[in-house]
Nanobody, 116 residues
Framework: QVQLVESGGGLVQPGGSLKLSCAAS????????MVWYRQAPGKQRELFAA???????NYADSVKGRFTISRDNAKNTVYLQMNNLKPEDTAVYFC??????????WGQGTQVTVSS
């Protein structure tokens, strides 16, 4: 069984920064893509940042230039550095990992609230 645990969420003022982490543990060989999603109240879950095992990244236009996704393959951990946060970034943030030969796994989510 594989578990993903997110951390780093919280309350921040507009223009502030937060860094999220998502660590995978359990009996796994390696991980393909690692992806960050978010879901705001009353909205669908949105994929906004992804990184391959080789480090190639993709971002939604809504976060491009403000968010940076990175990973440490040795630690099976993906990070999300969020800068210049806006109120519309308020959401529950989830990580997803595609584990080789095992499929997709989700974290439990961490709340990010951007408010003055």
């Amino acid at each position: 069984q594989v578990q993903l645990v997110e951390s780093g969420g919280g309350l921040v003022q507009p223009g502030g920064s937060l860094k999220l982490s998502c660590a995978a543990s359990g009996r796994l060989f390696s991980i393909n893509a690692m992806v960050w999603y978010r879901q705001a109240p009353g909205k669908q879950r949105e994929l906004f940042a992804a990184i391959t095992s080789r480090g190639s990244t993709n971002y939604a236009d809504s976060v491009k230039g403000r968010f940076t996704i990175s990973r440490d393959n040795a630690k099976n951990t993906v990070y999300l550095q969020m800068n210049n946060l806006k109120p519309e970034d308020t959401a529950v943030y989830f990580c997803n990992a595609n584990v080789i030969l095992m499929g997709d796994y989700w974290g439990q989510g961490t709340q990010v609230t951007v408010s003055s």
